[in-house]
């Protein structure tokens, strides 16, 4: 028996064969037939993949919400829009005196009382809508707590 020439190694390398249900073109498939081999780590889409928005369980981002605002002392409603609401109830109010001059102050006084107003008013009709074993506020809530509240101006 004649042996091939060796190069020193004691062993002889070995190519790679193919498994024997494995054709050329086929991927490799695990049990199931999935088309992957095993549980491996998931490859990475290339940065054109979209990031996906973050979920939040229902409830909490609102609780976060609530949490940022009654640290915050900063106001809630934006001063030009509020600003344009109130020369514009002064103008219905006084239409002789069209062109009403207002000091920025003036008007920064009256959006903290409508803010403190507002707030406290919501708030007294989320205790009327826990009272009534609810945890959303209803207009129904809102007329009892001006009746209760004594916000008869409205």
């Known amino acids: 028996m004649v042996r091939p020439p ?13 498994s024997p249900g494995q ?7 695990g049990p199931s037939g999935s088309g992957r081999a095993g549980r491996g780590r998931r490859q990475s889409r290339g940065p054109t993949s979209p990031t996906r ?5 229902p409830g909490v981002r609102a609780l976060q919400e609530i949490r ?18 109130v020369r514009e109830v002064a103008i219905d109010l006084f239409p002789l005196r069209a ?18 107003f507002l707030v ?3 708030e ?7 009272h009534a074993k609810r ?9 009892l707590a001006r009746r209760i509240g004594g916000y008869d101006f409205m």
Not at 6 to 13: D, L, P, S, Y
Not at 124 to 130: E, P, Q, R
Not at 135 to 143: A, F, G, L, Q, S
């Open 6 to 18: 060796t190069t020193g190694q004691g062993r002889k390398q070995t190519t790679p064969r193919k």
């Open 120 to 122: 406290r008013m919501f």
């Open 23 to 29: 054709t050329s073109g086929s991927p490799r498939q």
């Open 68 to 85: 940022q605002y009654q640290k915050t002392t900063n106001l809630l409603i934006r001063k030009l829009p509020f600003s344009r609401v």
């Open 135 to 143: 945890v959303t506020i209803m207009p129904k809530d809102i007329w």
């Open 124 to 130: 007294d009709s989320n205790l009327c809508a826990i």
């Open 99 to 116: 062109e009403l001059r207002w000091q920025a102050t003036a008007i920064l006084a009256l959006q903290e009382a409508a803010e403190a």
């Open 53 to 57: 928005k973050r979920r939040f369980r």
